[in-house]
């Protein structure tokens, strides 16, 4: 990103920092957190500690930072190296991100670029150039606003898990907008905070719906008809024998034409396609079923996570607790910067909406738009200060 841009940039966010002190909730237990951020234009400073909430909103409002980030764990001496931390402990955190959705909106917003010849193009990125045959290719991802629904309901689906299959209380489940392309959701919890990685690993499986195989829903290689009558689930059951035993119901079986004989419906059908057919089949339902989460940000216990209320450095859009995630409008709610005009130059753009306004495709234009529009594009490198 060029100087002016930048500046632009670090300009916006520090007006925000400036005049937002009274709305940031500081992170619980602070001290014991380590906390690192990225400055505009720079590589990401870590090992911080801050001993007061007022130490670190000085560091927001005078380095306003590209991205802030604090650890899900909580260390004895959070300012050492990893290894002399010494770790207490940690928040349960899940990410959901729409890319990792794969809707197949990606092609038509999503952009590419050569790192060899620079050759740019709308779409998904190819496995190697068509220009030159370079296979170092960057990638665009963007989020439009079927992709953020999309990681609503996958939030959604993961809220109702951890309620329903783990008894977790909805207050202690935080719900966020990431400032980006999806949602962060983090539990701190007494009854969580121990967990290590092994465990963590397999909750993130649990929720995913991973690994479950047809003995968990009491279905073996040699059942009979009457075995499978017995021991297939119920609705109502807890946890994915409950939910399997929901999407039962949908499955098209030949000459069962209702729902009334959904046990008998399924146990026919094994005896149709047998063990590993009906395995391939009940790994498919139960991924769908479950939440898609990045996993490997759920495992690793010494993940620093981006901190709420600070402003994501690609969007210029707030990690945003969400108090009603059902209704929670991102592009509106997250939207915190100034409307005053700037002049940028777009290179591309696909259409967008901030708040109630809909800014159509920009390819290669001089144009005036709202601070708020400019530092979108711009955090994306799609446009720059002229
Ligand atoms: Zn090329
Ligand atoms: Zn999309």
Redesign the pocket.
């Known amino acids: 990103m060029d100087d002016k841009t930048l500046a632009l940039m670090k300009q916006a966010f520090k007006q925000y920092y400036f005049k937002a002190g009274d709305k940031i909730i500081p992170p619980t237990r602070m001290s014991e957190r380590e906390f690192g951020y990225i400055p505009f234009g720079g590589s990401m400073i870590r090992h911080l500690s801050f001993k007061t909430f007022g130490d670190l909103y000085a560091l927001l409002v005078r380095e306003a930072p590209h991205s802030v980030y604090y650890s899900a764990a909580y260390y004895h001496e959070p300012t050492l190296p990893m290894h002399d931390k010494g770790w207490k402990g940690g928040d349960l955190i899940f990410d959901i991100d729409?890319d990792n959705l794969k809707?197949p909106?990606?092609k038509?917003?999503d952009l590419w670029e050569c790192k060899n010849c620079g050759l740019k193009r709308i779409g998904l990125r190819p496995e190697k150039c068509p220009n030159c045959g370079e296979v170092s290719i960057s990638e665009l991802n963007?989020?439009?606003?079927?992709?953020l629904e999309a990681a609503k309901n996958e939030a959604l689906k993961l809220i109702e898990i951890l309620m329903k299959d783990f008894g977790i209380n909805k207050s202690e489940i935080k719900t966020y907008f990431s400032g980006n392309m999806g949602y962060h959701i983090t539990i701190e919890s007494a009854e969580f905070e121990d967990l290590d990685q092994t465990a963590r690993s397999e909750i993130a499986d649990y929720v995913s719906g991973r690994g479950l195989i047809p003995e968990s829903i009491g279905v073996f290689k040699r059942a009979t008809y009457e075995d499978l009558l017995k021991n297939l689930p119920r609705v109502g059951e807890p946890g994915w024998r409950g939910r399997l035993a929901i999407s039962f119901k949908n499955w098209k079986v030949k000459g069962f034409d209702n729902d009334n004989d959904v046990i008998k419906k399924i146990a026919t059908l094994y005896g149709k396609i047998r063990y590993s057919k009906f395995k391939k089949r009940l790994e498919v339902e139960a991924l769908n079923m479950g939440a898609v989460i990045d996993t490997m940000v759920t495992t690793d216990v010494h993940r620093i996570f981006r901190m709420p209320d600070t402003l994501h450095g690609e969007t210029g859009l707030l990690k945003k607790m969400c108090d009603n995630l059902l209704d929670f409008d991102p592009l509106n709610e997250a939207v915190v910067l100034s409307d005053e005009l700037v002049e940028v130059f777009i290179d591309y753009s696909p259409k967008f909406r901030l708040k109630d306004q809909i800014y159509r495709t920009f390819k290669k234009e001089k144009v005036k738009l709202p601070l708020m529009a400019a530092v979108y594009l711009a955090g994306k490198g799609l446009a720059r200060v002229i």
């Open positions: 729409a809707l909106c990606k038509d917003h963007w989020a439009c606003e079927k992709c």
